[in-house]
């Protein structure tokens, strides 16, 4: 597609202006990290992106991660927010600040041993306990933390969640929260290994309520492309 330059640096502007206004309903002074979802944007379009001002992306599969990384790299700031098959691993590595999406010990330890230097990493928690979505359960989160403490390369720096879709986004608030709690709870006791100030919540739909319950990183996609298609 080809994507229209003002009309995503106009959604873009909103966005931000939610994000303010978020934050100040809830005296925040710390406004979170906004990460453009590119699943749908291709490498052609990134350059938009660019102009737009965005800087932090985020990609579903490794195979794109990959290509658009050796495009773009020098332009944006790579995420890997897609659940990662361990096989996937030597792939993502190189491309990605940031990995959102560590949910086995399995993949812990292909990262261990395929990464070159230390990589930081989110635990993906599936804080609804839908059985469509990945992520361990939050009952599980400390003891799992606990055997990831052993590798040295790979370093959780906070978690990761999805809110069920609904279309009131106040539905997604207990969810939000609870990741939250859960950090809380955990942050101190690991202190001595891990910094879990990290957390990934919100997405298009349900954002500004990720904002009110802490999130540092949300993740943004059909908000900034929607009527951004031009001709």
């Not at 350059?47 to 794109?64: F, K, M, P, T």
């Not at 050796?70 to 030597?90: C, D």
């Not at 059909?222 to 009527?227: D, I, W, Y």
Request: include cysteine; glycine fraction near 8%; charged fraction near 25%.
């Amino acid at each position: 597609m080809n994507m229209d330059v003002d009309r995503v640096r106009s959604n873009l502007a909103n966005v931000e202006e939610r994000i303010r206004r978020a934050s100040s309903r809830v005296g925040r002074i710390d406004a979170p990290r906004l990460l453009v979802a590119t699943k749908y944007v291709g490498a052609e379009d990134m350059g938009v992106l660019q102009a737009a001002g965005i800087r932090l992306v985020g990609e579903n599969r490794a195979e794109e991660l990959e290509s658009k990384w050796q495009e773009w790299g020098g332009a944006f700031e790579f995420h890997f927010i897609g659940h990662l098959q361990s096989r996937k691993a030597r792939q993502v590595l190189p491309c990605a600040t940031l990995i959102h999406s560590v949910d086995s010990i399995k993949l812990v330890e292909e990262l261990e041993k395929r990464a070159e230097r230390p990589v930081n990493v989110l635990l993906e928690v599936n804080v609804s306990g839908e059985n469509t979505k990945y992520g361990i359960l939050p009952a599980h989160a400390e003891a799992f933390l606990q055997e990831a403490s052993g590798f040295q390369k790979v370093r959780f720096v906070g978690f990761m969640t999805m809110a069920p879709f609904a279309q009131d986004p106040e539905t997604a608030r207990p969810v939000f929260r609870c990741l939250r709690q859960l950090r809380d709870r955990l942050a101190p006791g690991f202190a001595g290994r891990y910094v879990l100030s990290e957390l990934s919540m919100g997405m298009s739909d349900d954002y500004e309520v990720a904002v009110e319950e802490g999130a540092t990183i949300i993740r943004i996609g059909t908000a900034l492309f929607s009527n951004a298609q031009g001709g």
